[in-house]
């Protein structure tokens, strides 16, 4: 019996603290350009998508769609400014229904001869990255437009779609107070789930072999 991954019901957005109170105090989030991506084959397969599609831009933002890990925290929050959004994934994509441009999907994993003996759809390609990144359970949304030249687009959202702030793991407990009454003060973000990642420092685990 072959079983399949279950799809996302969540989104986590591993960012940075000044981008998640951007996030939160103008309920909003920004597509970028992929131009300055550390993975430079993952861009450059959607700067290729844009040539051959003769948009003039190609805007994107990714999300985990899995829970967190050591991984993401390290590669994409690291230190301790990170912040974890977690997205309830369909009141999120409620702010996209209806607007030209935008399309989203699971990032699809493939090892190199794989793409060698079968070229991939070209509509697949902002979706497609290397097996070797399958860990990071990417969801991703892109905005496309043969009219606009852009860097960057934003996307107004409901807080409503916002489930829980994690803080980083690094983050002292004393500093992550203060962040949280930060947050919590902030318009709409009374009522949202704030807490520090308990994820290299948990009393769960430890008193499991006391």
């Not at 084959?41 to 890990?69: H, M, P, Q, W």
């Not at 399309?103 to 794989?114: H, K, M, Q, S």
Request: net charge positive; aromatic share 12%.
């Amino acid at each position: 019996m072959v079983r399949t991954a279950k799809r996302a019901v969540t989104l986590n957005r591993f960012t940075s603290l000044p981008i998640a109170v951007d996030v939160l105090y103008r309920k909003r989030i920004t597509l970028l350009t992929p131009d300055f991506w550390e993975d430079e084959n993952d861009a450059y397969y959607l700067k290729r998508y844009r040539e051959k599609k003769s948009f003039r831009c190609v805007l994107a933002i990714c999300f985990a769609g899995r829970r967190e890990t050591f991984h993401h925290w390290r590669v994409f929050s690291h230190g301790t400014a990170g912040v974890c959004l977690e997205f309830d994934k369909e009141k999120l994509l409620l702010s996209f229904a209806g607007k030209t441009g935008f399309r989203n999907d699971e990032v699809t994993y493939r090892f190199v001869d794989e793409v060698e003996k079968d070229t991939p759809r070209l509509a697949t390609w902002p979706f497609l990255k290397r097996k070797a990144f399958e860990d990071e359970g990417e969801f991703r949304i892109i905005y496309e437009s043969k009219s606009e030249d852009l860097s960057s687009k934003h996307v107004q959202i409901d807080l409503a779609a916002v489930r829980k702030v994690t803080l980083s793991p690094w983050l002292p407990e004393s500093v992550a107070e203060s962040v949280t009454d930060i947050i919590k003060g902030i318009e709409g973000c009374e009522g949202i789930h704030v807490n520090r990642s308990s994820l290299i420092h948990n009393s769960r685990w430890r008193k499991a072999i006391d």
